[in-house]
């Protein structure tokens, strides 16, 4: 099924064929996506057909995507491989994904089958947008798992330092099976105006921002929830507040047809004289990258489908003293928003 709305997406573009190369630092997304393909070698997806090419130290994996396979003696052999199975093809117009294809492995290819080359890297992206009902079912149980993970960091908080606090969610997914979205943000006091902080500290007072998801079966995660250690001031409760009233204004105008770039600009209007502080894009798409399309930023002009997984994020930075968003990872579903991420928003005081 995968596979036939790319072939479907290349007839319509007039594309012959399409080349996905995974010759180093497996997986390539899109080969996993399209065919369960998670090692080396390259996946060609024709108008009418589909087969993969795979060095002979993947071939009994390559086998279980139930694709025809070719075997390579070794890796370097591939691109030899794909020209003679090709060599009686008519293929005027090719798609790559640039963003994988390096200089040298592109002038490789040109020599090896003689097209014009395309990106098309957009194009999968579009497909993978729209989730199946099995991608979001394990997304839902990443995120159940990084709600887990929380509850019990509330629970029972006796952390020191934003290091010990890292390894202790990092060890709880992978215990309960998973693997991580992404390095988690731990940062505290200051270190929280940084967006994408990076340190392991001891945990200041003020804000404690925690940035963090699972990834189950391939399928990402994503939430940002805080504490705060000590005692708030009436600014900073405040400004939480101002963060959680714009994530539930825009998570209530969730529906289908509504542009993304609407909900950005919903919440520029809603932080008012705060927006200046608002330095990202209000979200970005979930799935098995943890950043795919759509953004949820002013320059995106798609719109909100059903089964489109995305993340709404606020958050104000105030530099040098302490910064507050607060994410979800959601879905319209049956024309109602879905929150994956179910843990409480109330800011959590640790004294």
Known sequence: MRIRKLQSALEEK???????????????????????????????ITQKSSFLLAPEMEYERALKTKLKVYKAEKKKFLLEILSRILSRSKIDKAGIEENKCSVALYKRLKKSVKARYT?????????RMVK????????????????????DICRN???????????FIEGNIRKAGCELSFPPIVASGKGSSQPHYAGDKKIENGFLLLDFGAKYRG???????????????KEELGNYSLVLGVLAACESEVKEGVAFSELYNSAIKMFNSHAEFFTHALGHGVGLEIHEPPSLYSEDKKHIKENIVFTIEPGLYFPGK?????????????????????????LVIIK
């Open 14 to 44: 007039n594309i012959g064929a399409a080349f996905f190369f995974c010759l180093d630092n497996p997986p390539n997304v899109n080969m996993e996506y399209l065919a369960g393909y998670l090692g080396l070698g390259i996946l060609v």
């Open 119 to 127: 990106d098309i890297s957009g194009l999968c992206a579009e497909i």
């Open 132 to 151: 199946e009902d099995k991608e979001i079912a394990y997304m839902q149980k990443a995120s159940d798992v990084a709600d887990r993970v929380f509850s």
């Open 157 to 167: 908080f006796r952390f020191r330092s934003e290091g010990e606090l890292k390894k």
């Open 219 to 233: 399928y990402c995660s994503d939430m940002s929830r805080m504490l705060y250690m000590g005692n708030p001031t």
């Open 322 to 346: 302490y910064g507050i968003r607060v994410e979800d990872t959601v879905v319209l579903k049956n024309s109602r928003l879905k929150i994956l991420t179910k843990s409480k928003k109330e």
